[in-house]
């Protein structure tokens, strides 16, 4: 039973307002019952927000109104758990209607009033290649309740902030934009109560700490002219242990295993710009024994506290690993070295953009071109460097998104519309099929060789993965985004601490 001081608190959030969006999709998730979360957590249940810690206290700013992040939720759990469903549901496209029980749960309470609560929260994820918004509505349905993700709304501007670097106030004008698309989505009502937060990664943790700097504190000053809630350190460069624990968490969440007690998740493997991520839950201790001790992250949610093998590795995400391919990443003589490679096609030239900085790069024209040449010229940017976990060996299953995702869709491994299923071999098979038929790729893109060989070489000679490894392709769970996005999101509203 909520204590009266717990009421109060509650007191001040606002009824339910109407929701316009006009954005680039709009996704709903279905309301299921406080009694039924607990009687089905599978990989079909509503994605519940955590209940809220007690956050650092943030220093309060002249004229700027403070607000509760988050009340503190009781949350009752039932006296009987009911087994967990052992069944894997790798990508659910629908969240099914939760079933009317047959006899009443004793902790289901129906709220005092019959309304419901709304908050939103917005992330802003300014990666290498992209700037993206994350708007993220969470109901309130009872006061015992957690809140409920009933939707998110995502957009995404080119290029990302790091091509801005000898221009940041254009960089600023991309963040002014996507701000326009919040204005539009989240009720005015709402904006003063509303937090907005950016999250830099490997873009930007590849420039020169100055030039960073400027561009976050561009960022600021539009943030500081906005109508939503600016946080303090509101604006921030993200490392790379918290991008890979934040996505593990925004998979696992979406999926429903974050609520099961047989501690049965998944591992997740993120694949940007400029940085690879590799997280998961160890299942041995020889795992966690043989790591670098950098390479083991802790944090504390949902009761549990979680113990993560998370490491990224900056400057072997996709377009980053290009460049170095071709020798050209942290080259000097730009203005007229030529970048070569036998990943590409013989007769093809181009200007390459990445960064904020152009490299010419082309194929061997006398030369050979195929899978095994170009596979010995990625090898280099990744033998000795990336770690093998001791057990990715075993038959875990792994999460791979973003250009995984993208390059498997392009290449025709998978459907765009759905994602799907593959094992580490489907990779290899396809690479040497678009690299020795370069011609007939070259339109959908020059360089599919290079990332399909790459990706293929990150996984078996990087990361170690057998040919069998299952790989579940996605880019959104339950119709949310695949991204550390919603668990950057929880841990702002959260803490969660990540050590």
């Not at 039932?78 to 990508?91: D, G, L, R």
């Not at 009443?104 to 990666?127: C, E, K, L, T, W």
Request: proline share 7%.
């Amino acid at each position: 039973m909520a204590t009266p001081s717990l009421l109060l608190t509650l007191s001040v959030w606002l009824l339910l307002g109407s929701l316009t969006a006009e954005a680039t999709y709009y996704r709903h998730h279905r309301y299921v019952p406080h009694f039924y979360r607990y009687r089905e957590q599978s990989a079909n249940t509503e994605n519940l927000l955590p209940e809220v810690s007690d956050p650092v206290p943030e220093v309060s700013q002249p004229g700027v109104p403070t607000y509760p992040e988050i009340p503190e939720v009781f949350h009752p759990a039932p006296e009987v758990i009911p087994p967990i469903p052992e069944a894997f549901n790798p990508v659910p496209e629908v969240v099914h209607h939760a079933p009317e029980p047959h006899q009443p749960h004793q902790a289901y309470q129906p709220s005092p009033v019959n309304v419901s609560r709304v908050f939103y929260g917005i992330m802003f994820d300014a990666g290498s290649t992209g700037t993206r918004i994350h708007i993220y509505k969470f109901i309130q349905k009872d006061p015992v309740e957690l809140p409920v993700l009933d939707n998110e709304m995502y957009h995404a501007v080119k290029p990302g902030l790091s091509a801005y670097k000898d221009n940041p106030e254009e960089g600023g004008n991309t963040i002014r934009q996507l701000l326009k698309i919040a204005k539009k989505t989240v009720p005015e009502e709402e904006w003063k109560r509303t937090p907005v937060v950016l999250k830099a990664t490997a873009g930007l943790r590849l420039l020169p700490e100055d030039k960073a700097n400027t561009l976050l504190k561009e960022v600021r000053d539009v943030f500081d002219e906005s109508p939503f809630f600016v946080p303090n350190n509101s604006v921030s460069l993200m490392n790379g242990t918290n991008e890979g624990v934040l996505a593990w968490v925004t998979v696992n969440f979406l999926t429903g295993h974050l609520y099961s007690n047989t501690r049965k998740t998944v591992g997740i493997l993120d694949l940007g710009g400029g940085s690879t991520q590799i997280t998961f839950l160890p299942k041995s201790k020889k795992t966690v024994q043989s790591a670098p001790p950098t390479y083991i992250a802790r944090f504390h949610l949902f009761n549990n506290t979680y113990q993560l093998y998370t490491h990224s590795y900056l400057g072997n995400g996709l377009y980053a690993a290009r460049l170095a391919t071709l020798g050209a990443l942290g080259a000097d003589g730009l203005d007229w070295k030529v970048f070569t490679s036998s990943c590409l096609p013989k007769k093809f030239r181009e200007d390459v953009t990445f960064g904020g900085t152009t490299y010419k790069v082309s194929g061997i024209p006398d030369g050979y071109a195929g899978y095994k040449l170009c596979y010995y010229e990625v090898m280099k940017v990744i033998k000795g460097i990336v770690h093998q976990p001791y057990e990715v060996k075993g038959s875990s299953v792994f999460y791979a998104f973003s250009y995984y995702f993208d390059r498997a869709v392009e290449s025709g491994l998978i459907d765009g519309s759905r994602g799907g299923v593959v094992e580490v071999r489907d990779f290899k098979k396809r690479a040497k099929e678009v690299c020795n038929k370069m011609t007939k790729y070259r339109a959908i893109s020059p360089f599919l060789c290079m990332d399909m060989t790459y990706i293929t070489c990150l996984l078996k000679e990087g990361f170690g993965f057998k040919d069998n490894t299952v790989l579940q392709l996605a880019k959104k769970v339950n119709n949310v985004e695949t991204s550390w996005a919603l668990g950057a999101t929880f841990d702002y509203f959260r803490n969660l601490n990540i050590q």
